[in-house]
């Protein structure tokens, strides 16, 4: 079941990117992340029972509610760094870019489950991690003949931030599931980054909001909440199966990128698709590497 989920989970993040580029197209960035959060958090107000987020979980004897909270409060500001980043660098970058370079996350968590979890790589795993850096590079050339500098592009710096905090936001996942309700995680996970953003907002966005790009309402931003949400209430269930694996999980999740590339072609009419696709078939090579050591 925790392999259907993750699927599903992967299906919907594609959506969810595609969404995300709709909504920041000429438009304030911080305010669309405070909405993200704020109907997420209305989405799971039937989820507020109050209980301490602990049944259900494997090992709730030691849990407590005032570690439940905390968990997921750390949570909260690790994600909120990799989408603040990530919604930057999308904003000002292709799709059919960010959404590649973000497809490489699986090798990081690959390596982090290796140090963390004593999970292990074998040469199949290896052969898809060199596939992935290889596509990196390749991803660095097609990226200047639109003028993008993997090196000095601030924008890319973004993704990349935002690629290496989600990363490590999957490993804290498959660390706070051994002992947290997915509802409960997810629920007041959503709660807290509101909290955060708000206050985010409230010191940095809106006393020079008159300075900056200005915010306009889109109907995609709703969606954006719609998406994520869905898709991690899947993986949060995924990942409280005692069997699931980290390293598996994170990399199907990945293959959102085909529906992202592919609504970068035929909505956004993005460049270059040529190159990129043979990038993004190299970072899918590696998947698929990485899957069958993974078996």
């Known amino acids: 079941m925790w392999l259907l989920l993750s699927f599903v989970s992967a299906a919907l993040l594609g959506f969810y990117d595609t969404s995300k ?9 911080l305010p669309v992340l405070l909405l993200n959060t704020l109907f997420s958090t209305l989405i799971f107000l039937p989820a507020f029972t109050g209980d301490s987020g602990c049944e259900g979980s494997g090992s709730a ?9 905390i968990l997921v409060i750390a ?26 370079i973000n497809a490489t996350r699986p090798v990081l968590v690959l390596v982090g489950a290796m140090l963390f979890f004593g999970e292990r790589l074998n040469l199949c795993q290896w052969a898809g991690v060199l596939l992935a850096m290889l596509s990196l590079f390749l991803m660095s050339r097609t990226g200047k003949k639109e003028n993008i500098d993997f090196v000095h592009n601030k924008w890319i710096l973004c993704v990349v931030a935002a690629t290496v905090t989600g990363a490590a936001s ?9 002992e947290l309700d997915p509802v409960f995680v997810q629920s007041r996970f959503n709660l807290y980054q509101f909290i955060i953003m708000s206050i985010i907002c409230a010191v940095l966005w809106y006393p020079s909001r008159k300075k900056t790009t200005p915010f306009r309402w889109s109907w995609a931003i709703p969606l954006i909440s719609i998406f994520i949400t869905a898709a991690d209430f899947a993986y ?21 990128v085909l529906i992202s590339f592919a609504c970068g072609v035929l ?3 993005e460049k ?17 590497f990485i899957w069958l050591g993974s078996r």
């Open 61 to 69: 004897e030691s849990c407590s509610a005032v570690r439940a909270h």
């Open 236 to 256: 949060f269930h995924a990942l409280s199966d005692p069997d699931a694996m980290i390293s598996v999980v994170s990399l199907i999740r990945r293959g959102s």
């Open 267 to 269: 909505i956004f009419k």
């Open 21 to 29: 580029k709709a909504a920041l197209k000429d438009n304030a960035v």
């Open 75 to 100: 949570k909260a500001f690790i994600v909120l760094t990799s989408w603040t980043a990530g919604y930057f660098g999308l904003k000002h970058l292709p799709i059919t870019i960010v959404g590649p």
């Open 272 to 288: 270059n698709i040529k190159g990129k696709a043979l990038d993004l078939a190299l970072v899918l090579a590696g998947m698929v």
């Open 170 to 178: 999957g490993l804290y996942d498959k660390y706070i599931m051994k």
